[in-house]
């Protein structure tokens, strides 16, 4: 156990639909990550968060948003969903933002677009 | 922009015996850190082993061990004593040393322990 909640395990939707994805840091960690791993384009970083700041940017569609709230916990907002949007999206924490703290992984988000 | 290649898909080894999986990476960066991440069938995405670029001794956890060789920018993983609970997928993946923390990922091997 990583010490990193991501909620829900499972979520089954739509095409055009609307989910928010949640991420619970471990304690104390300031910096949360998300990444998208799908079949056909493997693992990709999508946007990072420090105390509540983004801090960088990866491949991530203007129909997704994340934000970070004061209590640190995360939230990925997945809009207009598409069929390729099927994927298992990982959150994952680490103390700070430098580059030697390791990253730990939540469990992930199976999200499935039907 | 860095890349990360591995060029085994899946690998099969026997229970007991050594297994080496390959990881290339490119980047104009001297100063980094490589990574190998387990995956599981549950999913959760474990960390195996890390190397400092800088650092020139390889890095080894228990079983586990890598070779690092910067100036080919190759950094294999090496399991010894292969055991069942180690059949997963695993990933390399890069970390560069600027403000953008991502981890940049290689598209996996797949490994299969034979009883």
């Known amino acids: 156990d990583s010490g990193v909640t991501q909620t829900p395990k499972h979520l089954i939707t739509a095409t055009g639909q609307r989910v928010t994805l949640r991420c619970s840091p471990r304690?104390?960690?300031?910096?949360v990550y998300w990444y998208q791993q799908s079949l056909d384009q493997g693992l990709q970083f999508l946007i990072q968060?420090?105390?509540?700041?983004?801090?960088a940017k990866g491949n991530i569609l203007e129909r997704f948003s994340a934000q970070q709230f004061p209590d640190l916990h995360s939230e990925l907002n997945l809009s207009s969903l598409e069929l390729g949007d099927s994927a298992l999206y990982f959150c994952?924490?680490?103390?700070?933002?430098?580059?030697?703290?390791?990253?730990?992984f939540g469990p992930g988000t199976r999200l499935t677009v039907l | 922009a860095q890349t990360v290649t591995q060029s085994q898909p899946e690998m099969s080894v026997q229970e007991a015996e050594t297994v080496t999986l390959s990881c290339t990476y490119d980047?104009?960066?001297?100063?980094?850190?490589l990574f190998w991440y387990k995956q599981p069938p549950s999913r959760q995405m474990i960390l195996v082993i890390r190397?400092?670029?800088?650092k020139q001794q390889n890095a080894t956890e228990n079983r586990f061990s890598v070779n690092f060789q910067k100036a080919a920018k190759s950094f294999s993983l090496k399991i010894s004593d292969s055991q069942l609970g180690d059949a997963a997928m695993y990933f390399c993946?890069?970390?560069?040393?600027?403000?953008?923390?991502?981890?940049?990922w290689g598209a996996g091997t797949k490994l299969i322990i034979k009883p």
């Open positions: 994952a924490s680490s103390p700070g933002q430098s580059s030697y703290n390791e990253q730990f």
């Open positions: 304690s104390g960690d300031l910096s």
């Open positions: 968060y420090y105390n509540g700041e983004e801090r």
């Open positions: 980047t104009s960066e001297s100063d980094y850190y």
């Open positions: 190397q400092e670029a800088y």
């Open positions: 993946a890069y970390r560069t040393m600027d403000s953008n923390y991502q981890l940049i």
